[in-house]
């Protein structure tokens, strides 16, 4: 019998813009302390996690950093080429906040799911952690 669970890890932040439609998506630092704004792929430092509901701004932003979490996500790795991913790949932040398969050494997530090239889905990742070192590949 399956079953599901475990330790997550959420904060409470405030939603520096209206998030109310990237539930589900990374999200990063804002600009002022305790507060997020959507991430991409180029957001320094990482993204902190997956959204895990849709405030508009100043409300309360709960963010997943650690653990099981649905993720809006697409199948084309980030450098365009579409390519569909399974189970176990890594999973990184895309432009648009989605996850997108890691094509890099850097990844937030790893796939607990399929999804077919190019289309967008929500899935189940396992949420590592901002910034976490996937490793060397040989």
């Given at each position: 019998m399956a079953t599901s669970?475990?330790?997550?890890?959420?904060?409470?932040?405030?939603?520096?813009?209206?998030?109310?439609?990237?539930?589900?998506?990374?999200v990063a630092a804002g600009s002022v302390v305790g507060e997020v704004a959507a991430a991409t792929a180029g957001s320094i430092p990482q993204p902190l996690g997956i959204l895990q509901n849709d405030p508009r701004a100043t409300e309360t932003a709960v963010v997943r950093l650690f653990g099981l979490s649905?993720?809006?996500?697409?199948?084309?790795?980030?450098?365009?080429?579409?390519?569909?991913?399974?189970h176990g790949h890594w999973m990184t932040c895309g432009s648009n906040s989605k996850g997108y398969g890691a094509n890099a050494d850097i990844a937030q997530a790893v796939l607990l799911d399929s999804i077919a090239s190019a289309a967008a889905?929500?899935?189940?990742?396992?949420?590592?952690?901002?910034?976490?070192?996937?490793g060397s590949r040989y």
């Amino acid at each position: 019998m399956a079953t599901s669970g475990g330790m997550v890890i959420d904060e409470s932040f405030t939603a520096a813009v209206d998030l109310s439609a990237y539930q589900y998506m990374f999200v990063a630092a804002g600009s002022v302390v305790g507060e997020v704004a959507a991430a991409t792929a180029g957001s320094i430092p990482q993204p902190l996690g997956i959204l895990q509901n849709d405030p508009r701004a100043t409300e309360t932003a709960v963010v997943r950093l650690f653990g099981l979490s649905k993720l809006s996500a697409c199948g084309a790795v980030i450098t365009g080429a579409a390519s569909a991913l399974n189970h176990g790949h890594w999973m990184t932040c895309g432009s648009n906040s989605k996850g997108y398969g890691a094509n890099a050494d850097i990844a937030q997530a790893v796939l607990l799911d399929s999804i077919a090239s190019a289309a967008a889905n929500i899935v189940t990742v396992f949420l590592v952690g901002p910034g976490t070192v996937v490793g060397s590949r040989y």
